[in-house]
């Protein structure tokens, strides 16, 4: 199962390195992983999923909270959090058929942010599924590079202690 964490850790060098490496020695795979300062720059917010077992899950956790540079761990999976992603396409697009790539773009409210000789580079923003979605239909035209970042969540503004 994939669990959706949200980390709050202090800001300072190699805490993303500790944090990691506290994954990977205890054998998990992280699928995602977004890391940024948050509106106090002494602390960053690591949004991270991770697929393990209910019981490698509480293993996980509990080593997390043992880290002195750790200081809040949210679980987001069943919490019914905002969710967001944002993905870059470059995506094959000869001047006759351009017209036809924006348009999806536009039916998905996503952007176009570059244009080549033979190329468009589409910014779009979403759920997981939207923008799995937009790829399933930009692989008909070629895709020749896709980016995705990880997943960035927060509980919703109603559940705010």
Do not use: C, W
């Amino acid at each position: 199962m994939n669990y959706l964490l949200s980390i709050l850790v202090e800001n300072k060098p190699g805490v993303l390195s500790r944090i990691t490496g506290l994954f990977s020695r205890r054998g998990f795979n992280i699928e995602s992983l977004s890391v940024a300062p948050t509106e106090d720059e002494s602390l960053s917010r690591m949004t991270v999923i991770v697929e393990a077992d209910e019981v490698g899950f509480e293993q996980i956790t509990k080593q997390l909270h043992k880290l002195v540079s750790v200081f809040k761990i949210s679980d987001l999976t069943f919490e019914g959090a905002v969710e967001r992603e944002l993905v870059l396409f470059k995506v094959q697009a000869p001047p006759e058929r351009r017209h036809e790539v924006i348009e999806i773009a536009n039916v998905f409210r996503a952007n176009v942010v570059d244009v080549g000789h033979a190329t468009l580079t589409i910014e779009a923003t979403g759920t997981a599924s939207k923008l799995d979605a937009m790829e399933d239909l930009f692989r008909a035209y070629g895709i020749k590079q896709l980016t995705r970042t990880g997943k960035v969540a927060q509980t919703r503004g109603s559940r705010d202690a």
